[in-house]
């Protein structure tokens, strides 16, 4: 509240959080961008839900959460504060999130990473209001024709890794093949293709620090850093 108290003109505030296990033990934490902009915002989500606090009018005003969004409505919304208001985020963690990797499904990684494209693509402008009506009258995967390259590599990205960690080697290992036809020469897919031949001889949870922690350097975004 001190924050906030210093920059009432912040809309939306997150925090980083703490990872922990089924038993409530931390194994990590993830650090967000304080400054987490619109720009930022569009490539993924960097408020952890269960942290943010955020104007009750400004909510109002922008007309609540939208319903058809099922897992991304708290992510569109973020969207829709950051792209009109200050949005921030306090590098101190000050929530714990329980990671339940063996709960995510391949549909429910499919429908999750469909959900935040359309969100973003409802925001960028992308979509006529045509399209719009159709996805929402017959639903949401009939995105994926509408999706760009660079989106489908994020869906296929998305599949590929619930699958790899859930332990279906053969079908991650197709959507890592189709990620190669879109961009053939990225080498955080290469490594991830060839690691996944590792199986489950390997400690899946450490060995993917690596592409994390290339991914973080890369792009300068969230870091997740495991204890």
Not at 21 to 40: H, Y
Not at 133 to 154: A, F, M, Q
Not at 196 to 216: R, V
Request: net charge positive; glycine share 6%.
């Amino acid at each position: 509240m001190k924050f906030l108290s210093k920059f009432p003109e912040i809309a939306l505030l997150g925090t980083s959080n703490y990872i922990i296990d089924n038993t409530g033990a931390i194994t990590g934490k993830r650090v967000v961008p304080v400054n987490p902009d619109f720009s930022l915002l569009m490539k993924q989500n960097l408020f952890n839900h269960g942290s943010v606090i955020f104007k009750k009018s400004v909510v109002r005003e922008l007309g609540g959460f939208n319903e058809f969004l099922r897992n991304a409505q708290d992510y569109e919304l973020w969207l829709r504060i950051a792209k009109k208001y200050p949005v921030a985020n306090l590098d101190e963690p000050l929530y714990y999130l329980r990671m339940h990797d063996e709960n995510v499904t391949r549909a429910n990684a499919e429908d999750s990473v469909l959900y935040s494209l359309f969100a973003t693509k409802l925001n960028n402008g992308s979509l006529d209001q045509k399209t719009i009506k159709s996805i929402t009258n017959n639903g949401i995967k009939t995105l994926i024709p509408k999706l760009t390259k660079d989106e489908l590599v994020i869906y296929h990205n998305a599949l590929a890794n619930t699958n790899i960690r859930n332990g279906n080697f053969i079908e991650g290992r197709v959507h890592y093949q189709r990620i190669f036809y879109f961009t053939p020469w990225d080498l955080l897919n290469i490594f991830r293709f060839f690691r996944s031949y590792l199986g489950k001889k390997c400690d899946f949870e450490n060995i993917q620090d690596l592409p994390i922690a290339l991914e973080s350097l890369s792009h300068s975004e969230n870091i997740i850093i495991r204890g």
